[in-house]
């Protein structure tokens, strides 16, 4: 979570008919004892703050780890087998894991090596040549060439979004978020897992929130409690987790198939509209992952047009969560400055009005009566 009191990161608006449209709502409720003063607002009103997902320690998925000394199917495999009657040194085979988990060695045939070490892979190759009478005492050598890959793309709200191969053993979705650069300061909570899955569908019926499993290499199973997951296009699997949730629960690190789509959700547009005695009455667009308080937006605004020991009543305009109706907020510019409680984070969509008081209407109509300009106002500091 970041909070900040500067001004220069924020990109302000205006936008005349939004401004209009705001400025109805806060004169009508102007007209109101406002509901609760800003010292006093209940938790249920309370606009939430934005996490800045960047901070997040995507290391905390969890999941199940890869021993990368092990064979997987997919693996290009070295393979040397002397008998001690060659002539020179024996031929190097390259050969490939099928997906049963065999390789195809030359005179012997078809021998199962995947999710073996290379000791055990050479073990399992001499004793088969030995048993299929190919040779007496082989001395087999066995070395990894190639790791076969996934093919993953990252988009959305990643520093480097594009498509990655990922080693097979470790293709997770920490693994590709981390490719990617991690998360930018746009991301929302939400990341969506678009898959092939070989038909598979989660938890035996198609759009069933359930326990999604994922076969990773050679079969090795990876479960998350999936968030929202259904079947996507046929032979597809679609699955929406939150990586807050998923970071703290440690099970979202969903195991990622060849041609997999990982996209990070974007936080949407969030604004707040200031009216009223400011010099410049705006619609001020928030930061991606940041918070704006009442004094920023008001400074957003350029100031109050007359001086804050003039111009300090403010009514803040706020639509009650999950509601259609409204609720007023009282709050003090001189109180903001002194005291955070006052000086409350503001939701999307507020309305701040710098409200007209007697005093200011009377200073105002003296103003353009007798010319004092808004300077000579200001010496009331």
């Known amino acids: 979570m970041v909070e900040t009191n500067q001004t220069t990161n924020y990109r302000a608006r205006t936008w005349p008919g939004a401004i209009a449209l705001a400025a109805l709502v806060a004169l009508s409720a102007g007209c109101q004892t406002a509901n609760f003063r800003a010292r006093d607002l209940p938790t249920t009103l309370a606009a939430g703050t934005v996490p800045d997902l960047r901070t997040v320690d995507l290391g905390q998925l969890g999941g199940r780890s890869y021993d990368t000394n092990r064979i997987y199917m997919g693996d290009v495999l070295g393979v040397q087998v002397a008998t001690g009657a060659e002539k020179q040194a024996p031929e190097l085979w390259q050969l490939r894991v099928r997906e049963d988990g065999a390789v195809d060695v030359p005179l012997v045939g078809p021998v199962t090596v995947a999710r073996m070490n290379l000791q055990e892979a050479e073990n399992a190759i001499r004793t088969a040549s030995m048993q299929r009478q190919v040779f007496r005492h082989p001395a087999v050598g066995i070395s990894i060439t190639e790791r076969n890959v996934n093919r993953i793309t990252v988009a959305g709200a990643v520093n480097e979004p594009k498509e990655y191969e990922i080693p097979a053993t470790g293709s997770t979705l920490m693994t590709a978020l981390l490719a990617a650069g991690g998360l930018n300061e746009k ?47 046929p032979n597809e699997q679609v699955v929406r987790v939150d990586l807050l949730s998923a970071v703290t629960s440690g099970t979202g690190n969903i195991y990622l198939n060849d041609g997999a789509v990982v996209t990070v959700e974007e936080q949407p547009p969030r604004f ?40 300090d009543k403010v009514h803040i305009v706020r639509k009650r969560p999950e509601q259609n109706d409204t609720v007023v907020i009282k709050a003090s510019i001189r109180e903001a400055k002194r005291n955070s409680r006052e000086n409350i984070v503001l939701a999307p969509d507020d309305v701040v009005a710098v409200e007209e008081t007697p005093l200011t209407f009377t200073l105002g109509t003296l103003q353009g009566l007798l010319g004092i300009g808004v300077n000579g106002l200001n010496q009331l500091r």
């Open 272 to 311: 707040v509209h200031v009216i009223g005695l400011v010099r410049q009455q705006q619609r001020v667009e928030i930061p991606p992952g940041e918070n704006v308080r009442l004094t920023d937006a008001i400074a957003l605004a350029g100031g109050t047009s007359m001086s804050p020991v003039i111009a």
């Open 187 to 233: 991301a929302n909570r939400y990341v969506e897992v678009r898959q092939p899955v070989g038909g598979q569908i989660i938890g035996g019926q198609r759009n069933r929130v359930a326990q999604a499993s994922f076969a990773g290499p050679n079969g090795m199973p990876n479960s998350v409690n999936a968030f929202n997951a259904s079947a996507g296009a």
